[in-house]
């Protein structure tokens, strides 16, 4: 099965701010009892100080974001917290996948002791994934642990590493090896910011929207059939129908399972095979999304082969997935071998006693988590994107 071609371009394109008329703000919650919390979505979001006054415990607030974003929303966002004499500071961190590390992540704790944070502050995590995740876990760590906002400004980050309270930072061994679960207190969640997303980190996000489909949502999946040219358009009213579906499919998995000691696990669908790829091919030369459709794909190939699945499902699957503008295998331009790329998939979070843990499909909507599959089944589908023998 050849990949995709695809543009990895870094280009960003104009604004699509003609395609955003104003639409009603929508609030989901995550019901963790005491410490549940809202999800707001609409447009114009982040000059609604209102939204973040309900995650600010006190008078200091740190805004954490990159290079790319600062110039985009900082002064916006800065100018709606700073209200009532609170003290609003920012760091900036360089920006991409590559810097999600523990010495990036002391750059956030020397600006919090530099201005003298006390332990009331707030954090804010305004950018992507990335940002989020380093956001979360420095609130997580400093002073043993302070509040912090959301504020995503990537696709994939609104539908997914937002929501839900994994933290985290990557290393060279493995992705997302170092971290906390800690729960932000809102998300705001501004669909303008999509009209300066780049074409290629919006179909990232378009992945985490289709595996909700995938893993538990058969209507939905039917619903992005119908709507994915909609969604490449970024038509407003498809985008914010999209984000809800998927923030709502978020907040019940961590309702109900919040340390993913069970149902969580199945929001990793095609992640053990795209962190492999992400890691083989270096953090950043592949985003998340990418990584994780071409991963979603290799997971739909071997239900197959293990008979749990259709073949028509999977051709469904993939379809839907090149629509998207996604990768639908990893590269084979002699990056992996087989045996390097099982290698890589040990070093995963899910796996137990040593043996591989794969979220599955027994269809569309409908998954499992096991390590209950035969090697030879495993090794035949990385031989048949991979190359070799199996």
């Not at 919650?29 to 000059?47: F, K, Q």
């Not at 906390?180 to 290629?200: E, K, S």
């Not at 040219?229 to 038509?235: P, V």
Request: glycine residues 10%; proline residues 5%; hydrophobic residues 45%.
């Amino acid at each position: 099965m050849p990949p995709i071609a695809f543009s990895r371009s870094g280009a960003r394109p104009p604004p699509y701010t003609h395609l955003f008329p104003i639409t009603p703000v929508k609030t989901l919650t995550v019901g963790l009892g005491d410490r549940a919390y809202p999800i707001h979505i609409g447009e114009g979001l982040l000059d609604q100080a209102a939204l973040f006054d309900a995650g600010i415990r006190g008078r200091q607030v740190m805004i954490v974001t990159n290079t790319s974003i600062a110039p985009l929303y900082l002064e916006r966002v800065q100018a709606a917290l700073a209200r009532d004499g609170r003290q609003v500071d920012a760091v900036v961190l360089p920006d991409g996948e590559e810097f999600k590390t523990l010495a990036t992540l002391d750059q956030v704790f020397d600006a919090l002791l530099a201005r003298r944070h006390n332990r009331t502050t707030t954090l804010v995590a305004l950018g992507g994934g990335v940002i989020g995740d380093m956001t979360g876990f420095a609130a997580a760590c400093y002073q043993r642990g302070v509040p912090f906002i959301q504020v995503p400004t990537t696709l994939l980050s609104q539908v997914d590493s937002s929501v839900g309270g994994k933290t985290g930072v990557n290393h060279p061994r493995g992705k997302n090896m170092i971290g906390a679960f800690h729960q932000p207190q809102v998300v705001v969640i501004d669909v303008q910011t999509l009209a300066t997303l780049p074409p290629r980190e919006f179909s990232a996000g378009l992945a985490e929207i289709i595996k909700y489909g995938l893993i538990r949502d058969p209507q939905f999946f039917a619903w992005l059939e119908a709507n994915m040219d909609a969604l490449m358009a970024r038509e407003a009213a498809v985008l914010v129908e999209a984000i809800e579906r998927s923030c709502r499919n978020k907040a019940d998995v961590v309702a109900a399972d919040e340390f993913e000691t069970g149902e969580r696990a199945t929001l990793n669908l095609g992640h053990t095979f795209g962190h492999a790829i992400e890691t083989g091919c270096g953090y950043g030369n592949w985003l998340h999304g990418e990584a994780v459709g071409a991963g979603m794909a290799m997971a739909a190939d071997l239900s197959v082969r293990l008979g749990w699945m259709a073949e028509a499902e999977r051709a469904r699957i993939v379809a839907l997935l090149e629509r998207a503008a996604l990768p639908v295998a990893p590269p084979t331009d002699g990056t992996f071998t087989i045996d390097g790329f099982l290698s890589l998939m040990q070093v995963d979070k899910k796996n137990i006693h040593g043996k591989i843990r794969l979220v599955l499909l027994r269809g569309i909507g409908r998954c499992v988590i096991t390590d209950e599959f035969a090697p030879d089944m495993l090794r035949a589908t990385l031989a048949a994107y991979l190359g070799g023998d199996a």
